[in-house]
């Protein structure tokens, strides 16, 4: 029975290795676009490929880096400045780039420039920190590969991006596991999208390496300036000695996990870019292999102790589990006082918000409906109790959460806020990603993802009073990637932050709760505001990208997306309203709520096959372009 089992895996790993020997021709003939070239990674790929004869095109962030850089390697290099953060620097280098390689077009991209500071407890960090290095590692990837996209689809090239084992598992709290999910998912969208095109898309998932980004003097600098600048009362919330403590044990950790060979990370990076078959997902590192990536599979009670714990107890606690009978029994206890506790619920006009806030009205909640619309604000009272308020929101604006927290703070008053539920949010524009202009997927990541980290941060202190609850709306889509445009990176992006915050704030009494719905019929679905929106966007491309999908492509696009949304789509809402309801009146709330039936039985259980299994369903789902 043995050699049964053994025989086809051991045929499969040799024909793996077989097809990825194979590597492409000509490389002097072409042109590799690198970020992040001053130093760690990308410096030392830029001289690696140029030494394998690539005409590489490297982009610094400094005229030093530049400078060090061309020392180093042959005339072939060229060097540019590049501020990914800038559109207009992004779309200069691209005019350059588009200059100097003509007709051949570029093969490849990699998306390397990245930072990671600040990073620390979520309540430490301010919105403007999440911002800063969400627009560095997630919009810059982003805005770089839209505008060179045209150039690679002429050579049927690579796009190669930079994630991080942190873009599977949040083990610590900050922006930089949020934007490495979202590269995650946009990594995912668009190599499904270029398939067809014959454009290979590749993600490097690198565990601890020593880069400047793992730097331990900056990373501990950066938690000491963090922890100065807090409130003398949140200092005492956490201790004297938390301080120390931490800074011990991240000295510990990186002296265990750091490891000094990047030419592990290199090998994969050039493996993707050289390799006629490259792979889908590259882990460079033993701890990315061993530990982190078997991690990001294991039922979230399990990697939350993990994440916490010292690295001694990580084999002990990986075994352990709860029995099953014990969990039901657990589950069902329920908190008491309804009536003495406030909720704080986004985007209430319509959909899972104004079901929940009716709902929890009718338990004797204390209910704050924010609303976007007067319209809904109005409808939503005359359907309620005197007991709910409403006010309005935008959560774009964060001078419109500062008001809606000085109306929550008057209302709760020393009791502080019990629950806090970020539903608000919208699905488009989606789409190929080659549709869509950067500003196409800030609409999305603003309301959907800076919004939710925005208000959340604005509405800590509150919560912290009353050790309550926050409940973060993200999707089945915040596991897999099933459409291009800002939705998926966004949710991927919650799922982040909500597990480091959960992380965070546990030592508060604060617990956090994800909510993942399947597909179902509220605004956010709508078919007929979804395939006008395609349509604007459809309408809008140049004639020669219409002219690669081929004439009909569009129509069965709509159609497919018609058919798949008619089966999917539930119009039982309270599935997720149920699901709320419990992660608030629970005593022991879950960490993670899958709503719906496809949920449950279909898309989680596809979210841990491997890519290729995902990538071939994804695709018979939707139609192939001409090309």
Same mark, same amino acid.
């Given at each position: 029975m043995f050699m049964y089992v053994f025989v086809p895996v051991a045929v499969c790993f040799i024909y793996r290795w077989y097809k990825e020997r194979k590597r492409v021709p000509n490389k002097g003939n072409k042109y590799v676009y690198i970020t992040g070239c001053d130093s760690g990674f990308g410096n030392v790929l830029a001289k690696h490929l140029d030494q394998l004869g690539f005409c590489v095109i490297a982009s610094c962030y400094t005229e030093k880096g530049e400078d060090e850089l061309k020392k180093n390697a042959s005339d072939r290099l060229t060097t540019i400045h590049l501020d990914v953060t800038d559109s207009e620097s992004v779309r200069k280098a691209a005019a350059f780039i588009k200059s100097v390689v003509g007709e051949k077009g570029l093969w490849a991209v990699v998306n390397n420039a990245g930072v990671s500071v600040p990073s620390g407890p979520t309540d430490? +960090?301010?919105?403007?920190?999440?911002?800063? /290095?969400?627009?560095?590692?997630?919009?810059? *990837?982003?805005? #770089?590969? +839209?505008?060179?996209?045209?150039?690679?689809? /002429?050579?049927?090239?690579?796009?190669?991006? *930079?994630?991080? #084992?942190?873009?599977?598992?949040?083990?610590?709290?900050?922006?930089?596991?949020?934007?490495?999910?979202? *590269?995650?998912?946009?990594?995912?969208?668009?190599?499904?999208?270029m398939a067809p095109f014959g454009v290979k898309v590749a993600c490097i998932e690198p565990g601890f390496f020593k880069t400047n980004v793992t730097d331990t003097a900056l990373v501990k600098d950066n938690i000491r300036n963090l922890w100065d600048k807090l409130p003398q009362d949140m200092k005492d919330d956490y201790g004297q000695g938390f301080l120390a403590s931490s800074l011990d044990m991240l000295d510990s950790r990186f002296r265990q996990l750091t490891d000094s060979d990047l030419m592990k990370v290199i090998s994969c990076m050039e493996h993707a870019v050289s390799a006629v078959h490259p792979r889908t997902r590259y882990s460079p590192g033993w701890d990315a292999k061993l530990l982190w990536l078997p991690l990001s599979y294991m039922p979230t009670c399990i990697t939350d102790r993990v994440a916490l714990s010292h690295m001694v107890l990580t084999c002990t606690l990986l075994l352990a589990a709860l029995a099953a009978v014990h969990w039901y029994i657990r589950d069902s206890y329920k908190v008491d006082a309804f009536n003495k506790k406030h909720v704080f619920i986004t985007g209430c006009d319509s959909g899972f918000g104004n079901l929940l806030a009716r709902q929890l009205d009718g338990k004797g909640f204390h209910v704050i409906a924010a609303c976007l619309t007067e319209k809904g604000a109005a409808d939503l009272k005359a359907a309620a109790s005197s007991r709910l308020k409403t006010l309005l929101l935008n959560v774009t604006d964060s001078s419109s959460i500062g008001r809606a927290v000085e109306f929550v703070s008057k209302e709760v008053g020393e009791r502080g806020l019990w629950g806090l539920v970020n539903n608000a949010g919208r699905s488009t524009p989606i789409g190929p990603p080659e549709w869509m202009q950067f500003e196409d997927f800030a609409k999305v990541l603003d309301v959907n993802l800076i919004g939710v980290i925005d208000v959340t941060l604005q509405f800590l202190p509150l919560l912290k009073k009353a050790q309550g609850r926050v409940v973060n709306v993200a999707s089945i889509l915040g596991r897999l990637t099933l459409t291009g445009g800002g939705y998926c990176p966004s949710k991927y992006g919650v799922e982040a932050f909500s597990d480091s915050l959960r992380r965070d704030m546990q030592h508060f009494g604060i617990k956090v709760s994800i909510i993942e719905p399947?597909?179902?019929?509220?605004?956010?679905?709508?078919?007929?505001?979804?395939?006008?929106?395609?349509?604007?966007?459809?309408?809008?491309?140049?004639?020669?990208?219409?002219?690669?999908?081929?004439?009909?492509?569009?129509?069965?696009?709509?159609?497919?997306?018609?058919?798949?949304?008619?089966?999917?789509?539930s119009p039982d809402i309270s599935k997720v309203t149920r699901c709320m309801e419990h992660a608030l009146t629970a005593r022991y709330p879950r960490t993670r709520y899958s709503a719906g039936w496809d949920a449950k039985f279909f898309w989680i259980p596809l979210s841990y096959l491997p890519s290729f299994v995902l990538d071939f369903v994804v695709r018979s789902l939707l139609p192939l372009p001409k090309a």
């Open positions: 430490w +960090l301010t919105i403007d920190d999440f911002k800063s /290095m969400i627009s560095v590692n997630l919009y810059g *990837v982003i805005d #770089v590969t +839209l505008s060179v996209l045209p150039l690679i689809k /002429m050579t049927k090239g690579r796009v190669v991006n *930079v994630a991080s #084992v942190f873009g599977r598992i949040s083990p610590f709290g900050g922006p930089y596991c949020v934007s490495k999910y979202g *590269v995650e998912s946009f990594n995912d969208s668009l190599r499904l999208n399947g597909f179902f019929k509220t605004a956010v679905t709508q078919i007929d505001l979804i395939n006008a929106d395609l349509t604007r966007l459809w309408t809008r491309l140049p004639q020669d990208i219409k002219d690669s999908y081929g004439p009909s492509y569009f129509d069965d696009y709509l159609k497919s997306q018609d058919f798949s949304m008619n089966i999917l789509c």
